[in-house]
C-alpha cells in the first residue's frame, strides 16, 4: 500500500492511541518547538518518524512520573543544545528523582539547566531512553496535585468522564495548575463544550496571565464559538507572550484574512513561515 504522505505517515489521533499521550501534552511539545510536524488536509498535522520518536521520549518520561511541565521545560531546552540532526541512538534521556538527565558518549548534564553531572547509574535500556529511580524511600502524597494529574493523564484514553472529573479535583486543589486547565479545556473543546471550554479559560487566564498556552487555546475555544474578535486578542496576547508559537501566528492569520485584515494576516503568515525553516 502507497501512503498518502510517506515523510509524515502519522496523524494526531494516530500518534495519541500508540503512545497513549494526550492532546494537550502533544500541545504542548508542538507548541514549545520540539516537534515541528507537517500539515496535511484540513490543516491536520502530519507527524514524521522522527517526530514519534521524540513524542515516545516524551511519554516515557512521563510513565517515570515526571511531570509534564518539567517534560516540556527539559526538551526545549535540550532542543536548544542539541545539533541540527539529533543524535537518536546515541543519546539517552533518564529520569532520576524528580530530576531529567541527559547523556551521550561524552558527558552528561541536566536538561533543564544544563548542568553537568558526574556520577549516576545507568539501567539497561532497549532503545535510545532509559530511567534510573532512585526515589527508594521517597512516598509521595497520596493525593498530591501532580499524582492527580499524572492518573487523569491516563485515564484519557478510555475513560474521559473519570479524567475530567480528576482535573476538576486538580484545579480545586491546586488552582495555578496550568497543564490541568490545558487538558481538561482540550477535553471539553473534544466533547463539543465550547462555551464550556471557554468560561474554563476565562478562568485561566486570570489567574496565569503569562501562561501563552492558556491563551492559545482560550483562543481555539472562542473561535469556535464565532467570537472571533475575541479570538484575535487571546492569539495576540499568546504571541505577545511567545512570538515562536507558530500555530498562534497561522490561526490569527487566518482570521485577519477572513476579517478582510490583509496586511495583519500577511504579517502573521509571513512570522508562520519563517517559523517553519
Known amino acids: 500500500m502507497t501512503l498518502d504522505h510517506p515523510e509524515t505517515p502519522h496523524?494526531?489521533?494516530?500518534?495519541?492511541?500508540?503512545?497513549?499521550?494526550?492532546?494537550?501534552?502533544?500541545a504542548g511539545l508542538i507548541a514549545n518547538g520540539f516537534v515541528s510536524p507537517k500539515r496535511g488536509p484540513r490543516n491536520a498535522y502530519r507527524f514524521s518518524f522522527r517526530d514519534v520518536v521524540l513524542l515516545r521520549t516524551a511519554h516515557d518520561?512521563?510513565?517515570?512520573?515526571?511531570?509534564t511541565r518539567k517534560i516540556l521545560r527539559a526538551l526545549q531546552r535540550l532542543k536548544a543544545t542539541l545539533p541540527e540532526e539529533l543524535p537518536l541512538t546515541g543519546l539517552r534521556i533518564t529520569a532520576v528523582g524528580?530530576?531529567?538527565?541527559v547523556h551521550d558518549r561524552e558527558s552528561r548534564?541536566?536538561?533543564?539547566?544544563?548542568?553537568?553531572?558526574?556520577?549516576?547509574?545507568?539501567?539497561?535500556?532497549?532503545?535510545?531512553?532509559?530511567?534510573?529511580?532512585?526515589?527508594?524511600?521517597?512516598?509521595?502524597?497520596?493525593?498530591?496535585?501532580?499524582?492527580?494529574f499524572a492518573r487523569a493523564e491516563a485515564l484519557e484514553a478510555n475513560d474521559m468522564k473519570a479524567a475530567e472529573a480528576i482535573y476538576r479535583e486538580v484545579l480545586a486543589i491546586s488552582p495555578d495548575f496550568a497543564d490541568a486547565y490545558l487538558n481538561l479545556g482540550a477535553i471539553l473543546c473534544e466533547s463539543d463544550r465550547q462555551a464550556e471550554a471557554a468560561r474554563l479559560y476565562d478562568e485561566a487566564v486570570q489567574r496565569l496571565p503569562d501562561a501563552p498556552l492558556l491563551h492559545f487555546n482560550h483562543a481555539v475555544a472562542l473561535e469556535d464559538l464565532g467570537r472571533l474578535d475575541e479570538a484575535i486578542r487571546?492569539?495576540?496576547?499568546c504571541l505577545k507572550l511567545d512570538p515562536?508559537?507558530?500555530?498562534?501566528?497561522?490561526?490569527?492569520?487566518?482570521?485577519?484574512?477572513?476579517?478582510?485584515?490583509?496586511r495583519e494576516a500577511i504579517r502573521h503568515f509571513s512570522a508562520y513561515r519563517r517559523l517553519q525553516k
Do not use: C, K
Not at 98 to 101: E, M, P, R, T, V
Not at 114 to 140: E, K, W
Open 11 to 26: 496523524t494526531l489521533r494516530s500518534i495519541q492511541e500508540m503512545l497513549g499521550l494526550s492532546r494537550g501534552a502533544i
Open 61 to 67: 518520561l512521563q510513565q517515570a512520573d515526571i511531570p
Open 98 to 101: 524528580n530530576s531529567i538527565a
Open 109 to 148: 548534564w541536566e536538561a533543564e539547566t544544563g548542568q553537568l553531572l558526574m556520577d549516576f547509574d545507568v539501567a539497561a535500556t532497549r532503545g535510545s531512553v532509559a530511567f534510573v529511580d532512585r526515589r527508594r524511600d521517597a512516598t509521595p502524597p497520596a493525593v498530591s496535585a501532580e499524582a492527580l
Open 234 to 237: 487571546s492569539y495576540e496576547r
Open 244 to 262: 515562536t508559537i507558530g500555530d498562534a501566528h497561522f490561526n490569527v492569520g487566518r482570521l485577519y484574512d477572513h476579517l478582510g485584515h490583509r
